[in-house]
């Protein structure tokens, strides 16, 4: 199996700043990409942004600019981050880590994380 374990959601008020980390740990061969989604109540889950293994990211644009997406490997634990800067009330929703890849049985997987919520007050 694959876990992804989030932290770093919280309020915030307009303006300010969060950090999002997701570690990937488990049965993984290897990871094409993991990137953060988030869903606003009323509202479908969109992506936020991603990154590959190669280090390609890509960005919802209503964060461009303000967030960045970035991962490290340390001791067969893949990490992705999200810095969250200039935070508007809209980017609150709860925010979900997502990696897809191969496991070590290389059967492909596609995990999500538990949610992390975030809430930027005006």
């Known amino acids: 199996q694959v876990q992804l374990v989030e932290s770093g959601g919280g309020l915030v008020q307009a303006g300010g700043s969060l950090r999002l980390s997701c570690a990937a740990s488990g049965s993984i061969f290897s990871i094409r990409a993991m990137g953060w989604y988030r869903q606003a109540p009323g509202k479908q889950r969109e992506l936020v942004a991603a990154?590959?293994?190669?280090?390609?990211?890509?960005?919802a644009e209503a964060v461009q600019g303000r967030f960045t997406i970035s991962s490290s490997r340390d001791n067969a634990k893949n990490t992705v981050y999200l810095q969250m800067n200039s935070l508007k009330p809209e980017d609150t929703a709860v925010y979900y880590c997502?990696?897809?890849?191969?496991?070590?049985?290389?059967?492909?997987?596609?995990?999500w994380g538990q949610g992390t919520q975030v809430t930027v007050s005006s």
């Open positions: 990154i590959t293994s190669g280090d390609r990211t890509d960005y």
């Open positions: 997502n990696a897809n890849g191969r496991r070590t049985s290389y059967a492909d997987f596609n995990s």
